[in-house]
């Protein structure tokens, strides 16, 4: 029997999981490189590690370095010789604690001096928090500066409050709203690393939504939100999409 592939530690998902030329292919297929192969070209080309020190901080041998370090420079230089979209996500990876000073690990969310606010959240009580903009549903996840916060109990929304996220990247604001306890989230355009992140804290994520915010939470009380179980962030550029710190409103590819 094969012996199980160990996971690849890495410090922190990207803040941001894709990238697209200036100008031409746009609308071409991206070109994925996978969170550990994104992790060996931070350590390595980046903060100057060594492979034998990149294998040491990523707990795996210099030779597994070696290979996923050449497959991320192929990947890389691919997608800018031919001028396409470079996206990132997936892999086989652990996130580490965000401890690992002498490896170059940076801190997570919580351990900033950006503070949390404080939100009391009652028993039996749904948290549900809403990308936000001008009352409408913003539609770029890792760049929301503002959320919604709904208190429901019994399907019956008891309060609101909008909140500033002080941060930005998808790492940074799933510890947002961890912090602030709540368990779901709705937006619009959301990466496939974002996803993730909201996965492992435990936030159910209803994307692909459009439209008044409050509207929004009326139907996802009343079992009528349309959603998109699938969403994804594009990164095409469009009437209102040119990059990952743009709107990005669209629906998959």
């Known amino acids: 029997m094969p012996r199980p592939r160990k996971s690849r530690k890495v410090c922190r998902l990207p803040d941001n999981d894709g990238f697209e ?5 746009e609308e071409h297929t991206p070109i994925v490189i996978n969170v550990d192969e994104y992790e060996t ?51 086989d990876y652990a996130l580490c604690d965000g401890n690992c000073k002498a490896y170059g690990c940076r801190k997570s969310f919580q351990q900033k001096n ?14 549900v928090a809403v990308a936000y903009e001008k009352g409408e549903i913003y539609q770029h996840f890792g760049h929301t500066e503002e959320f919604k916060i709904y208190d429901v109990k019994n399907d019956k929304i008891i309060s609101s409050e909008t909140l500033d996220s002080s941060c930005s990247g998808h790492g940074a604001l799933g510890g947002f709203l961890k912090g602030l306890k709540v368990d779901a989230v709705i937006c619009g355009g959301i990466g496939e690393g974002a996803k993730m992140v909201l996965k492992e804290e435990g936030i159910k994520l209803y994307g692909g939504v459009k439209g008044n915010a409050d509207e929004v939470v009326a139907a996802l009380l009343n079992g009528t939100l349309d959603y998109d179980p699938d969403i994804k962030c ?7 999409c040119n990059s990952c710190a743009s709107k990005c409103s669209d629906k998959g590819d």
Request: hydrophobic residues 30%; contains cysteine.
């Open 41 to 91: 070209i931070r350590l390595i080309d980046r903060e100057g590690f060594s492979q034998e020190e990149c294998g040491k901080y990523m707990s795996i041998a210099r030779t597994t370095v070696q290979q996923i370090y050449a497959n991320a420079r192929k990947k890389i230089a691919d997608a800018l010789v031919e001028g396409l979209p470079l996206g990132i996500e997936g892999g």
């Open 114 to 127: 950006t503070k949390i606010p404080e939100l009391p959240k009652k028993e039996n009580v749904l948290r």
């Open 234 to 240: 594009s990164h095409h550029k469009g009437d209102e």
């Open 21 to 25: 030329p200036l100008h031409g292919r």
